[in-house]
């Protein structure tokens, strides 16, 4: 009985590009952390990141091809999360106290009398 | 009811091809490396069970020892009884109880498969889960936890001195065995499905599982990374809810409760779809507002997931975020609502049988109404502001949980304990379990609203003495409801012998899984079943039902 | 045109396509679980990340980048011998499967090796808590809560890796050599394959979390 090869797996070619481009990717963000752009450096890097795992996601891990509802279970992970980090904030940003002020502090060093010779 | 069924149903009974699950292979290793889901089922309830009565001895002595307020425990003994209470109770009796046993035994079922997606997972959960088992008996054996079960930090990771590790380490490798069960029933119900058997026509059984599936394998992550961090922490010596390095104890319990609070979902989500199989049947008419029932089902399982900080109010939480997290308690209650509607007006023109799974159902609903009511009223902040971390709390939370959920894990059993036994149980026995059950269960908790309403403590091996009367009613009240609780066991255990022999649907339901014999074969289906119509096509005027593959039954 | 007997489902499906999609739903269904235990981790880092930049900039400079990018290309590198190894499994290619195959996992020993190697690095820096931790000038008492983030989080990313390591030693060593492998049917070894990018994945959030604060 005669199998037909996935078309998407007869080639190497687009998983090499897709390879390079998270290699670059990888560098633009490496890269962001030495220009001393404050807090766009993480926000690039993250971006990064997530475009990353789009790359992998569609191309590596195949999420393009049948069963269609991979996407959806693929993308739930995320956006459970935004439950947690979002809903999580409503406490911290604006809890009174918070963050601590003693995070801060210099640590306290041992005396000398407390090691009595 | 149903007592001339049988001859009747045996008419249409499959000719036997194969021989039942129970009888296909008897030897030890065709149980324990078995890959039957109807199988493994029975190994979980085995374990459930075990684990039931270990929670209620720690129960039991609880409730001896606040019968006076003398009482029989030593504080920190007392403080070790609560704490395993509620672990063993939570994670190895309610999370797992229905889903596991009537989940795996019926799913493939109801939906016209002959096993589950993955049926090597669904064993390896059940390993998983005796694993944690035994960490949480070496736990309990070597003295136990004292931090409650919801292991609050900095108690529990700088100052209690309990074997904490080994209880959270538990709860740890429970999740496992929660998750791989999950993950089998969500690829199931959306790959195994029979032809013709679509969403809107399943079992709302099946759809409770469903959501049940949802919730349990997004929230439990979360616990998993809790847990993994309280351990490490308790451990090493240090971690992310050191509060002397800036860590947040608060953190900890956001992130218990965003699985916790979802976790209550978990037990009652399995349990709102039984009481939906039930009714129609012993009702005789079809469930009013099927898509209204499926739209709440999965509304509950989102919402659960906005509202964990309502545990957390007198906590330190800034202030704006707890009225959000009122709001959206409020909101999560508007699906439980409709459901309760709907079962209510389901009875409506209906010819009713008061048969023992009807009876737990009733009761069902009546309890998690009150339940649910009082839940309101803790999410009103001012209100908790005053009861929380008292009985109140403790009641309300018993109310859906042993009122609500176990009610209908015992409707469960004697509903479907002819397709799995393939024997009746005594019908006046049942009876009479389920309305002793429902009057013990009152007379334990509903004193202890009025003790939270006068200021009772929780988690407090004494009290003062003026609130004696009400306690020693409670504590009596327990003693009734664990007699209502071992009857089943005994006449159960009888009617394995000596009860009826049952045919494939001595209630003339509606189901597939009431369409092959009693006990079912070994691979469900011999040929897969068609479905033309959606579930619960009785007729109560006829008395006459549809079974969901179209075959008619007169009266 | 690779030419094979279509090998018989378990009983529960109907085809053994339909077999082979529901592994990878399956797998699907279970990095919800894992993006989600992985996302709570990352979102204590960013909770005290933000609320303690300063800190956390100080305490981090100590991580090793040569050991964290060179892990980066490493992985990404074995998510792509992994694909060719599937890739060569759809065309009946045997020989050329196992040597990605051998590769692939010989890529994970190596990021195992060089994690290895970084955490005796961290142990001579001093950035291991409380069994050997110094706080540095600057990172005040919340730069500790950077390191207990880094140890846990790489801790169990390298559990993780190691699981990898195993499944595709199990493809290797029992499925493939039993010839159980086929064009017709290669579904487990998308399945392993999908868990290891997914390890990847991880790894991609990690390093900038761990390795590019306060480098400027």
């Known amino acids: 009985m005669r199998i037909e090869v996935d078309p998407r797996r007869a080639k190497a070619l687009p998983f090499a590009v897709g390879w390079a481009a998270v290699i670059v990717l990888g560098g633009v963000s490496l890269g962001t952390a030495f220009l001393g752009i404050g807090v766009w450096a993480p926000i690039i890097q993250f971006g990064m990141s997530f475009i990353q795992t789009v790359i992998v996601y569609v191309l590596f891990m195949r999420l393009k091809g049948p069963p269609s509802l991979k996407w959806i279970f693929a993308a739930s992970g995320f956006f459970w999360l935004l439950f947690l980090y979002g809903i999580t904030m409503t406490d911290y940003s604006n809890r009174r106290g918070w963050p601590p002020p003693s995070a801060a502090a210099p640590p306290v060093l041992e005396t000398p009398s407390a090691r009595a010779p | 009811m149903s007592v001339t069924t049988v001859e009747r149903a045996s008419a249409d009974e499959p000719p036997e091809t194969e021989p039942s699950y129970l009888t296909a292979e008897n030897t030890i290793s065709s149980w324990l490396l078995t890959r039957d889901h109807k199988r493994i089922a029975l190994l979980f309830f085995a374990s459930i069970t075990f684990f039931f009565f270990v929670g209620g001895m720690a129960a039991t002595l609880m409730r001896l020892n606040l019968a006076t307020p003398e009482g029989l425990l030593q504080p920190s003994v007392y403080n070790r009884m609560f704490t395993m209470h509620g672990i063993i109770m939570v994670w190895f009796f309610l999370i797992p109880s229905i889903p596991t046993t009537f989940g795996n035994f019926f799913i493939p079922l109801m939906i016209g498969a002959r096993d589950l997606a993955f049926p090597r997972v669904n064993l390896g959960s059940w390993y998983v889960f005796n694993l944690s088992g035994l960490v949480v008996l070496y736990s309990l054996v070597m003295g136990g936890a004292d931090t409650g079960w919801t292991f609050y930090t900095p108690l529990s990771t700088s100052f209690a001195n309990g074997y904490v590790f080994a209880a959270a380490m538990a709860v740890f490798i429970n999740g496992f065995s929660s998750i791989m069960t999950s993950l089998n029933f969500v690829v199931t119900i959306h790959r195994l499905r029979a032809p013709g058997m679509t969403w809107m026509r399943l079992p709302l059984f099946v759809w409770g599982i469903y959501s049940v599936s949802v919730v349990m394998l997004t929230a439990t992550p979360v616990l998993t990374m809790d847990t993994f961090l309280l351990a490490v922490e308790r451990f090493v010596g240090t971690g992310l809810f050191d509060p002397a390095h800036g860590g947040d104890v608060l953190l900890w319990q956001h992130m218990f409760w965003f699985y916790s609070h979802p976790a209550v979902y978990i037990m009652i989500l399995p349990a709102m779809g039984v009481i939906s199989e039930i009714i129609p049947c012993y009702a005789r008419r079809p469930i009013f507002g099927y898509a209204g029932m499926v739209i709440a089902l999965m509304a509950i399982a989102i919402l659960s997931f906005f509202v964990w900080a309502h545990h957390m109010f007198v906590a330190g939480i800034s202030i704006y975020s707890a009225v959000f997290f009122s709001l959206m308690t409020f909101f999560v209650a508007v699906p439980s609502a409709i459901k309760v509607f709907n079962w209510t007006v389901s009875l409506h023109k209906g010819s009713i049988s008061f048969d023992a799974p009807m009876l737990y159902a009733l009761g069902f609903v009546l309890l998690f109404t009150v339940g649910g009511v009082t839940g309101l009223m803790l999410a009103t902040l001012p209100v908790d502001v005053d009861v929380h971390g008292t009985y109140f709390v403790i009641a309300h939370f018993h109310y859906i949980m042993v009122g609500a959920t176990v009610s209908a894990y015992f409707a469960a059993l004697h509903y479907w304990w002819p397709k799995i036994t393939g024997r009746y149980y005594p019908e006046g026995w049942a009876r009479f379990s389920a309305i002793l059950t429902y009057v013990g269960f009152n007379f334990t908790f509903f004193p202890q609203f009025i003790l939270g309403y006068l200021g009772m403590a929780r988690r407090s091996y004494t009290y003062p003495a003026d609130w004696q009367s009400w306690n020693l009613l409670s504590s009596a009240g327990a003693s009734i409801l664990a007699v209502a609780y071992a009857l089943p066991l005994l006449y159960l255990g009888w009617s394995l012998i000596w009860g009826r022999k049952a045919g494939p649907n001595p209630w003339r339901a509606t189901g597939l899984e009431w369409a092959i014999a009693s006990p079912p074969p070994e691979h469900n289906f011999e040929r897969t079943p068609t479905v033309t119509l959606e579930p619960y096509s009785y007729d109560p005027e006829h008395g006459s039902f549809v079974t969901q593959e179209g075959r008619s039954h007169a009266r | ?216």
């Not at chain 3, 045997?94 to 690095?121: H, Q």
């Not at chain 3, 706080?135 to 699981?163: D, Q, R, S």
Request: hydrophobic share 55%; charged share 10%.
């Open chain 3, 1 to 216: 045109m690779p030419d094979s007997a279509l090998p018989r489902p378990e009983i529960q499906f109907a085809t053994i396509a339909q077999q082979g999609d529901t592994a990878e739903l399956g797998i699907w269904a279970f990095l919800i679980n894992e993006t989600i235990f992985f996302g709570a981790l990352i979102f204590t880092y960013f909770l005290y990340r933000n609320f303690y930049p300063h800190e956390f900039a100080v305490a981090a400079k100590d991580t090793v980048l040569w050991c964290g990018t060179l892990n980066f290309l490493i992985l990404i590198t074995s998510s792509l011998t992994m694909v060719l190894s599937i890739n060569a499994a759809a065309q009946g290619e045997r020989k050329a499967m196992i040597l990605w195959l051998v590769i692939t996992c010989a890529l994970g020993f190596a990021f195992l090796l060089v994690k290895g190697y970084e955490y005796y690095l961290d142990f001579l820096h001093k950035s291991v808590p409380i069994v050997a931790y110094e706080i540095k000038p600057g990172e005040g008492n919340a730069g500790i809560l950077f390191w207990a983030f880094y140890w846990v989080a790489t801790g169990l990313h390298a559990i993780h890796l190691m699981a990898g390591i195993g499944l595709v030693l199990y493809m290797l060593l029992w499925r493939i050599r039993r010839g159980l492998i086929t064009p017709a049917y290669y579904a487990p070894l998308e399945v392993v394959g999908i868990y290891w990018s997914f390890v990847d994945v991880v790894w991609l959030f990690l390093f900038p979390c761990i390795y590019l604060v306060g480098r400027s």
